[in-house]
């Protein structure tokens, strides 16, 4: 017995050409793509709001001296601890434009991630190929991979930034600019440098936070060195006084002492705080002032000093003068005599 089964009473959704497929193909996915997109541009906006608005607490650039009663002492103790300075909000904000483009990249890669789905795209086989090949072309650029980390902790870090003066070993000079995989740098004869992040092995930076000028003079030996200590003193406080070097000098400055005794000269030493990348200058003015005061105090600096002795070529004695020959005296006349016989000795 054969029983007919109607499928009209089947409930099979929306029939392929009918009325509410198409409604659901040109209103439905479109309105939901169109909403993943709006909603990924207001979350984009909310994030970059929220990174500005941390960065924007760090542009804080003068210290309270209030706290402290003193400007001088306020910049020694919160700049030189890097609580309040330039580099600072610098950093803040490099690491604010970093953290905008990571999340811009996070956002967008997951909405269109889920456009795919709504498409009925199988994202799962896709998520696990972007995988396979992330990892394959990671394996074949380990050096692209390491450059990009190492660039990223060295912003992270604080090693260096934009105008900073750096030495990375076989590149010296002021870094112009810092990227993901290469840092580039302004040698001081003009050479532009690019180097890559995963090879800097080691940094020095001459311009964070805080510098030091070190001025070394030398004066004679004869010269009172507790004289000379007091005129670096008051020669280098003068320079700390003045309105527009002041501004500059972060501490008191201090003289050291005597350094070395060298070959030619007593050197003394005196140390200068100053604000960051403004050392070179300090120093130059300071040596100016110093020669200037020396030359007014009579205080010898000494230059280098040394006896040559000049070895010249042995001469040959002059040979004497030709004289004339001499007249042979006249000779006797001879005699004939006849030779006497020796006598014989017996011994």
Known sequence: MIILQDTNDQDNGPECCGADFWLSILVGTPLLILGLIVGAFVVRYIVHKLIDGLASRTEETTPPDRLLGSKRMARAVFQGSGMYSA?????????????????????????VIMIL?????????????????GV????????????????????????????DVVDLGEATGIVEGIGMRVTRIRAIDGTVWYVRNGEVVRVGNSSQDWARAVVDVGVAYGENTARVRQLLLEVANELAADPQWGRLILEEPEVWGVEMLGADSVVVRTVVKTEPLEQWGVSRE????IKNRFDAEGIEIPFPQRTVWHRGTVEPPAPAPASEPESP??????TS?????????ET
């Open 87 to 111: 580099r600072r909000a610098a950093r803040a904000q490099t690491l604010a434009s970093l953290f905008k483009s990571i999340a811009t990249v996070i956002i967008f890669v997951s909405v």
């Open 117 to 133: 789905g709504t498409l009925g795209v199988a994202v799962g086989p896709l998520i696990a190929s972007a995988g396979i090949v």
């Open 136 to 163: 394959a072309l990671g394996f074949g650029a380990q050096s692209l991979v390491k450059d990009f980390l190492s660039g990223v902790m060295m912003m992270m870090e604080d090693q260096f930034g934009i105008g």
């Open 286 to 289: 300071l040596k100016e002032r």
């Open 329 to 334: 005296a006249p000779s006797k006349p001879r």
């Open 337 to 345: 005599s006849a030779r006497q016989p020796e006598p014989e000795v």
